[in-house]
């Protein structure tokens, strides 16, 4: 399986999740993430059309991405507390496809970040909808593993 990692805007490339991703699937492409950067969409984009990869995974502005380049190619995403509103800026040349992709969220009830309420009206587009009681706009570890071992079972051991 092919996984792309998206980290959030004031995160870093790297870390445990990657390292998790790694012993988990057969490639993983965890780019550093510039989204101040104008061509940053459309350089992604022009990847993943070319590579296809079988899930992006995204966090927040992450997340905003994974889920306009999952539209764009038709691949599975896996959304942690996406910036799908409330962002604090707004990326150059986002844009949406027009195929049918699936979607997983996961949403923290208490994320002071990305307001959890207003992320529900994605609720009836999601395949999967997991809301975290109690997790703030950062995705621990332990939370991490458990929720992509339940959108990808036949991935882990």
């Given at each position: 399986m092919n996984?792309?990692?998206?980290?959030?805007?004031?995160?870093?490339?790297?870390?445990?999740?990657?390292?998790?991703?790694?012993?988990?699937?057969?490639?993983?492409?965890?780019p550093n993430m510039n989204y101040n950067h104008p061509y940053m969409f459309s350089s992604l984009l022009k990847m993943a059309k070319h590579i296809k990869p079988d899930l992006i995974i995204g966090s927040s502005m992450g997340g905003y991405f994974a889920d306009a380049l999952g539209s764009h190619i038709g691949t599975e995403v896996l959304l942690f507390n996406p910036a799908l509103h409330s962002r604090s800026m707004e990326p150059e040349g986002v844009t949406y496809g027009e195929t049918n992709w699936e979607r997983n969220f996961v949403v923290g009830t208490e994320d002071d970040v990305i307001d959890p309420k207003a992320t529900r009206v994605y609720k009836d587009l999601a395949k999967s909808w997991t809301e975290v009681e109690g997790m703030g706009h950062r995705t621990d570890l332990k939370t991490f593993k458990a929720i992509y071992k339940k959108v990808i079972p036949n991935e882990t051991t």
């Open positions: 996984v792309w990692y998206l980290h959030g805007l004031e995160s870093s490339v790297g870390g445990p999740k990657v390292e998790f991703l790694c012993e988990n699937a057969d490639k993983v492409f965890a």
